[in-house]
């Protein structure tokens, strides 16, 4: 299973690579005798580099609205102005777009005209980071891969908004106003493809129904979850990597083999009120614990395995992958137990 996570992140980042290595050779081969043809279509707002001429830079401009894009841009910046309104004018000849980012404006969804979005066929990323939305814009994008709206007022995802969005791989809602009553049971559905979903800081009191499926990072810090329901991470058998930190689970309502799923390998709850420490996988590799109320720590009851068998198994065997484990801020006293290092013998750090 770790082989195949890995595999899959390692190819993501070959992709990209490969991608951001074509964009630069045709800049690189780009006739400099066609830069003056360039600058003479950019905004007076904005600035054209000649190296790298499908893109928009007009960032920081203290632009009150969008300029008229060129046809020719691929990648658009506009963040941290004050723009409120995002119209169709400004985006009739701009057909190849393939990024936009919006952060840091003043967009509300009044001021986003009905269908612009979704007329954007060819774009993959949209960034909407702290502006004043109050739900997810819609329609969307078909072909939307990354979808990015951190820091708003959202409080609303309108029915059926992802249904289509079958390319989604990153989903980003952390630091808006989120209730359960907003996550339905059909709320994700469509996103076939979605790899890391983040509700951070959001005022969520359970965890969410319905995460999609193929889901490898689910980020829940500083909500006030309390309950991990029975076979909870079933429906999600490709998560990897889990931060619940800032909550307020307890051992109560952590079932007892809440966490003892063989997909995990990255382990966060941080800032909690966790009197013990949960039963794992063997095959977990982070595990954070810190600023919990944990007294003690026993290693032959954490241990995945029985003592006697990780001490036959040794470096060769199917030993517990355990490498990092954080216990500060709890109410341990050293020396570490020596059955934790019998048991985790892959271990290379232990913070206590």
């Known amino acids: 299973m770790t082989l195949k996570v890995y595999t899959s992140l390692l190819l993501l980042f070959l992709v990209n690579s490969v991608w951001a290595r074509t964009v630069r050779?045709?800049?690189?081969e780009l006739d400099p005798e066609h830069w003056s043809h360039y600058t003479s279509e950019c905004p007076r707002e904005c600035f054209c580099p000649p190296s790298f001429p499908n893109a928009l830079y007009c960032d920081n401009k203290g632009l009150k609205e969008i300029p008229a894009i060129p046809a020719r841009i691929w990648y658009l910046y506009l963040q941290n102005?004050?723009?409120?309104?995002?119209s169709?004018?400004?985006f009739v000849n701009a057909t190849h777009l393939r990024w936009i980012n919006l952060n840091k404006?003043?967009?509300?969804?009044?001021?986003?005209?009905s269908g612009v979005l979704s007329?954007?066929?060819k774009l993959l990323y949209l960034f909407l980071e702290d502006n004043e939305l109050e739900e997810v814009p819609a329609p969307l994008p078909v072909g939307l891969e990354q979808l990015r709206l951190a820091r708003n007022k959202i409080s609303r995802i309108p029915e059926g908004v992802f249904n289509n969005l079958e390319n989604l791989t990153m989903l980003d809602l952390h630091h808006n106003s989120l209730l359960d009553s907003a996550l339905q049971s059909d709320t994700f559905q469509g996103l076939n493809n979605l790899m890391q979903l983040n509700i951070a800081k959001n005022s969520l009191k359970k965890m969410p129904l319905?995460?999609?499926?193929?889901?490898?990072?689910?980020?829940?810090?500083?909500?006030?979850?309390?309950?991990?329901p029975e076979n909870y991470f079933s429906a999600i058998p490709k998560v990897t990597f889990l931060r619940l930190n800032y909550n307020k689970l307890s051992d109560d309502g952590i079932p007892p083999n809440g966490f003892n799923v063989s997909s995990i390998l990255d382990l966060q709850l941080s800032h909690n009120q966790l009197t013990k420490i949960p039963p794992i996988n063997a095959q977990?590799?982070?595990?954070?614990?810190?600023?919990?109320r944990i007294k003690s720590v026993n290693g032959t009851q954490m241990?995945?395995?029985s003592i006697a068998i990780a001490e036959d198994y040794g470096f060769y065997g199917n030993t517990p992958r355990l490498r990092y484990l954080r216990l500060d801020g709890n109410e341990i006293q050293p020396p570490i137990p020596l059955d934790i290092m019998i048991c985790f013998r892959l271990l290379q750090a232990v913070i206590i």
């Open 105 to 113: 404006n003043k967009i509300t969804n009044s001021g986003i005209e």
């Open 119 to 121: 007329k954007l066929k």
């Open 303 to 305: 241990c995945p395995v």
């Open 25 to 28: 050779q045709v800049y690189d």
């Open 88 to 90: 169709e004018k400004p």
């Open 81 to 86: 102005n004050l723009i409120e309104t995002v």
């Open 284 to 292: 977990l590799e982070h595990l954070h614990l810190d600023h919990n």
């Open 210 to 228: 319905s995460i999609p499926a193929n889901t490898l990072q689910l980020f829940l810090d500083n909500n006030s979850i309390e309950v991990i």
